[in-house]
């Protein structure tokens, strides 16, 4: 399969599954954002990366995630046309975290010098 037709459906992907955590997680959960999408090459298997404004909540989003992914793909199977629907699982963006720490760090190096 071709890397751009991979890439159309991340992008598909993401917008669907942002869409559908929007319409059907509580909204105790917290805002939980899709950061990225990365799917296999024969398109079996989406890894869904997400951000959440409440760390805290980190356990809880996942499990609730995880309660509705066969739910989510149910309706993406409905809505997309593609021959196999993507298992979805779901994975805290952790890239936020690095960024975080070296911007403290480069802080720590500039109030050093």
């Given at each position: 399969m071709s890397v751009v037709r991979?890439?159309?459906?991340?992008?598909?992907l993401r917008e669907q599954v942002s869409q559908l955590i929007q319409e059907r997680l509580s909204e105790d959960l917290g805002m939980i954002t899709v950061t990225d999408v990365a799917v296999t090459p024969d398109f079996k298997l989406a890894k869904i990366y997400i951000v959440l404004l409440d760390r805290?909540?980190?356990?809880?989003?996942?499990?609730?995630?995880?309660?509705?992914?066969?739910?989510?793909q149910h309706t993406l199977g409905k809505t997309l046309a593609l021959r196999y629907t993507p298992r979805l699982e779901f994975v805290i963006d952790k890239s936020e975290n690095k960024i975080d720490r070296v911007e403290e760090l480069l802080q720590e190096i500039d109030n050093d010098a």
């Open positions: 991979v890439r159309q459906v991340e992008e598909l805290n909540q980190e356990q809880a989003v996942l499990q609730a995630l995880q309660d509705a992914a066969h739910g989510f």
